[in-house]
């Protein structure tokens, strides 16, 4: 892995993604490149229209070049704080400033890094119900790289909870995974729920089969299979009951169907989790 992208808005979430993706980038020699996007809708957006209408025409226009100067001056002070991260680190730092609609400009990015990693809930978390970003699962859904969604509760990576249901997925997860895991001295548990009223996925030989035929020479690699009501609920209670700092899993699937199960056991997670989730990709 050569380039971790982080994105950064300055918001607290932000903050601790930065300090996981530094961490992680030190430990896996690694570029850290910090990308921060201000929205276009801030500079063009109904509310601007609405003001031109109340202030005037010259007034407007006189604005809009003070709020994209700001805009830079933010940029500019949220980007340094990133690069100082980095430094304390001794990590190289590739610092990123777009203008446009923030998903589509985050994806065209990432075409640059192998691993992006974002916080959980953005700069509105203060005044949003929900608890994922509704940006933050946006760019996950539609992302093409392994995607590192960070909680504000995070600790350096010693043991990992994979994840594994015996789909594409979470095979990717484990032929992906186990491998970083090992590079960064982590130790892993793999998981598979059978849900009350159904078997599970796959027998526990399957998983063990699974494990065997994955995982990196010599790293430490347990098995379990739990059972419950509810899958996200017990891959949660698994990840606390063996102390991991980390869930690893598949990532959404790019079928439209797919995308459309906001209620899938991945979603279910992100939104639950109070340690960082990995996604990754097929």
Not at 98 to 104: D, H, L, N, S
């Amino acid at each position: 892995m050569k380039t971790i992208m982080v994105c950064t808005d300055g918001s607290e979430g932000a903050r601790h993604a930065t300090e996981m993706a530094v961490d992680w980038a030190a430990r896996l020699g690694a570029t850290v490149r910090a990308v921060y996007v201000t929205d276009v809708r801030l500079l063009e957006g109904p509310w601007l229209a609405d003001l031109s209408g109340a202030i005037g025409a010259q007034p407007y226009a006189a604005l809009v070049p003070q709020l994209t100067a700001w805009q830079r001056e933010k940029a500019s002070v949220i980007l340094d704080a990133v690069r100082q991260c980095c430094a304390q680190r001794g990590v190289a730092c590739d610092p990123v400033t777009e203008t446009g609609r923030v998903i589509p400009t985050l994806l065209e990015q990432e075409r640059h890094a192998d691993l992006v990693v974002l916080g959980q809930r953005g700069e509105h978390a203060a005044w949003a119900w929900q608890p994922l970003g509704s940006c933050v699962e946006g760019l996950v859904r539609a992302s093409i790289r392994p995607c590192l969604v960070v909680t504000e509760q995070w600790e350096p990576t010693r043991h990992a909870l994979v994840a594994f249901d015996g789909s594409r997925e979470s095979r990717k997860a484990l032929e992906r995974g186990l491998p970083l895991l090992q590079t960064l001295g982590a130790s892993a548990e793999v998981v598979t729920v059978a849900v009350e009223g159904h078997s599970a996925p796959v027998s526990e030989e399957e998983l063990r089969e699974a494990v065997r035929q994955t995982a990196p020479t010599g790293m430490r690699v347990t098995t379990r299979v739990v059972r419950g009501p509810d899958a996200a609920v017990e891959i949660l209670l698994a990840a606390e009951q063996s102390n991991a700092q980390l869930i690893v899993m598949g990532a959404y699937g790019h079928t439209r169907i797919r995308e459309l199960i906001l209620g899938s056991t991945t979603s279910s997670v992100l939104r639950r989790a109070n340690m960082p989730v990995l996604l990754v990709r097929g």
